[in-house]
């Protein structure tokens, strides 16, 4: 049985629910230790920011998102769902990138690797090859569908970690760093393709400030503990200031 999120009513004419984060005093404990404490806050914008110092909580909130941590306290909403009692759904609506995409690899090839997103989903294998060469076409990985996964350049790899994500069509992408291991050239492909291109909401953890600033809102973290949540310009310039 599922519980709808205490903040969102459920939708009595059919009409889908907002598309919105949900933090409702949210904690996070890890071996004992509090991570995250009193997250309170709503995100309906497309592209969010999370910066803040080095420790401050901000990939304990990416994982949480993506399902790899729980919260201990508070309830997280996800477009209308409740991360904890319907978790099984929520994690098919959110797909999860990190810095190092060779972390992501799981399977030899290129066109295996973001096959293997579709697995367990009902598909027959024709329709499977059909999404995966639209999706290998739409990224520009065409050419190297039958490579080792491992072979490829670190933007390519990055490039293929985010298409086996799209490839499911998440209402959600959570990147974590994405662009920390890449050089300029590749680090503006994946940034352009995940802040111009994808229709899905984007939770944007980085230390590059220029990236934030091209996002639609800044939560910044310390502590463990929500900093300030405002318009991408005045969070960077007070966290520009407090950093010296
Ligand atoms: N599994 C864990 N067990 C115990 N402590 C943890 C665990 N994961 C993270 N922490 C601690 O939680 C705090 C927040 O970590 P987190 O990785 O969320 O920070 P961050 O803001 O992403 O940092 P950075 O910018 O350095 O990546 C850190 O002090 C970290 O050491």
Known sequence: MTTPFPSIPAPSDGTPPPRELVF??????LAGVSILSDVTLTLPQQRIAVIGSNGSGKSTFARLLGGLVAPTRGRVG?????LVAERKRVLRM??????????QIIMPTV????AFSLR???LTREEIARRVTATLERYGLAERADAPAHSLSGGQKQLLALSAVLITDPALIVADEPTALLDGRNSRLISSLLLDEIPQQLVLVTHDLELAARCDVAVRFEDGRLFEVDDPAPVIARYRRDLG
């Not at 409702?24 to 404990?29: K, M, S, T």
């Not at 066109?111 to 973001?114: K, L, N, Q, R, S």
């Open 24 to 29: 409702e005093g949210v904690g996070v404990d």
């Open 78 to 82: 996800i477009h209308g769902h409740d």
């Open 94 to 103: 959110v797909g999860s990138v990190f810095s190092n995409p060779d972390a």
């Open 111 to 114: 066109a295996e690797d973001v």
């Open 120 to 122: 367990r989903r009902g």
